[in-house]
């Protein structure tokens, strides 16, 4: 009977020994990944900060450098989303309001300007929502709309006011290189064409020959561009440079030699301003005479917004696309206006100032107490700054916060699936952690981060966060590396 007793004690604690190494080898192979990842030669001069995190718990299941603060790149967006989604909510939508400065008499004359004031609705003319050539489709609707509520003539101008969003023109730590190009175009009160500026060229056929500009849609007044771009190379390598609201820009670089006509992107000079031109226009040419040339507030000394306002006549409001509609865009395609314009949001929607600055103190102070914010520095929505520092225990702080939210499902819903969708469509292709993986994605020159979650096969969701900087290698070799730790996490327990 005592060898019995015996040998049924030997029996439940091999059982239990065996149990506990499975539950460790289960965790441990996400740390086994992690540390081959950390040893490859080629990040041997590389910041690696990595973190697994229980979504249920908080417990730690593997990390390395856990609380270092690096240059997150694109997966900053995830700030930015997830704070608007908590703070106003996935049904909000921007207003654009036009008001009556003036009198407008019973034959349909205005005595004084139309002033349109921004709510920061960045779907205004925006190719995302917008087939090619359907981007002026809301101001003739606008227009059409003014003509209906008895509008003949504009005896002042058509001034657009993006004041309430501030004009900070772009964030810290934005690069010069940057600025200039489309993805370098900042958040405005008074977004339009994605504050894009397209410019036409005709490319010679011989390399080196020089580049003609043949056009800019839209038409900026006053826009004085220098053109040292040359035929050459293959595909656009051209780079616009210039400052916001500066008329000047020049281009440099090289477009396809022998390609004939060549459209590139670059950033709008001054939104709010091209904003009251293209209305004028558009009024003008369905036969409302507009009197003085267009106006942005910017270049008005004016009274505060609210001031102001009060002694005006609100005649028309256009509500725009939703958090939940632009947090997709945002995310899944990772589109950088898209991030500062809901990032501006926050201040907006929030207390009326929609100023980077302030967006950002009030994103900063909603997050204190919830996640430890000590090392988190964060200059801007999209991820463009270099000023930005973030740890990957700080996004998985984040992404466990958001996991029990009433807006999860909102916000998850915007994440790119691997091997699926959005930015992560070619990511674990194939592989385990194919249709498991959901996360933003971050690449800049020497910088790939990712942040989401992960599904395990027993069902558990973990947090993740990887971030690399100064790597020696190409960024697709990076990101083999980094597939390897996804699909440990995916085949974890």
Request: hydrophobic share 35%; charged share 15%; with cysteine.
């Amino acid at each position: 009977m005592v060898e019995l007793k015996l040998s049924l004690r030997i029996f439940a604690i091999g059982i239990l020994f065996f149990a506990g190494k499975n539950v460790g080898f289960s965790q441990n192979s996400i740390q086994t990944a992690i540390d081959a990842f950390s040893s490859n030669a080629y990040f041997a001069n590389a910041s690696i900060s990595f973190t697994a995190m229980d979504c249920s718990n908080g417990q730690i299941l593997a990390s390395k450098n856990p609380t270092l603060s690096l240059s997150p790149a694109s997966t900053t967006k995830l700030f930015a989303t997830a704070t608007a989604f908590q703070l106003l909510g996935k049904d909000y939508a921007p207003q654009t309001r036009i008001y009556l400065d003036g009198e407008l008499s019973k034959d349909g004359v205005l005595n004084g300007n139309l002033w349109i004031r921004g709510g920061g609705d960045v779907a205004l003319g925006s190719r995302y929502y917008n087939g090619d050539g359907r981007e002026k489709e809301f101001l003739e609707k606008w227009a059409d709309t003014l003509i209906k509520l008895g509008i003949k003539k504009i005896n002042g101008a058509v001034v657009s006011d993006a004041s309430e969003f501030g004009y900070e023109g772009a964030p810290d730590g934005w690069n010069w290189g940057d600025m200039g190009n489309y993805y370098g175009a900042g958040a405005s009160g008074l977004p339009i064409y994605d504050n894009m500026l397209r410019y036409h060229f005709q490319v010679g056929a011989k390399s080196g020959a020089s580049t003609n500009l043949t056009g800019t849609t839209p038409i900026v007044e006053g826009l004085q561009f220098s053109n040292y771009i040359k035929s050459g190379g293959q595909g656009d390598n051209s780079y616009i440079y210039g400052a916001p609201y500066s008329m000047d820009r020049f281009g440099t670089g090289t477009l396809g030699a022998g390609q004939g006509r060549f459209t590139v992107k670059g950033s709008l000079p001054d939104p709010e301003l091209t904003f009251s031109q293209e209305f004028t226009k558009i009024l003008k040419s369905k036969g409302v005479q507009v009197k003085e040339t267009a106006l942005s507030a910017r270049t008005l000394v004016q009274q505060s917004a609210t001031t102001r306002y009060s002694n005006m006549k609100l005649f028309f409001l256009y509500k725009g696309k939703t958090l939940n509609s632009i947090a997709w865009w945002t995310n899944m395609k990772s589109v950088n206006l898209f991030a500062e314009e809901v990032l501006c949001w926050i201040g907006y929607g929030t207390s009326g100032n929609g100023s980077i600055d302030n967006s950002i103190s009030r994103m900063m102070n909603y997050w204190s107490g919830k996640i430890n914010t000590i090392g988190l520095y964060i200059t801007d929505g999209s991820g463009l700054s270099r000023s930005n520092a973030i740890s990957s225990k700080h996004f998985c702080e984040l992404l466990k916060y958001m996991n029990s939210s009433k807006e999860f499902n909102a916000f998850y819903a915007t994440l790119p699936v691997a091997g699926v969708s959005g930015t992560l469509s070619s990511v674990c292709k194939n592989q385990a952690g194919e249709g498991k993986i959901h996360a933003k994605s971050g690449t800049m020159k020497r910088i790939k981060a990712y942040s989401g979650y992960a599904e395990t096969k027993s069902g558990k969701r973990i947090c993740f966060s990887i971030i690399i900087n100064n790597f020696n290698c190409s960024s697709e070799y990076t990101v083999e590396q980094m597939e390897k730790v996804f699909n440990a996490m995916v085949l974890s327990e």
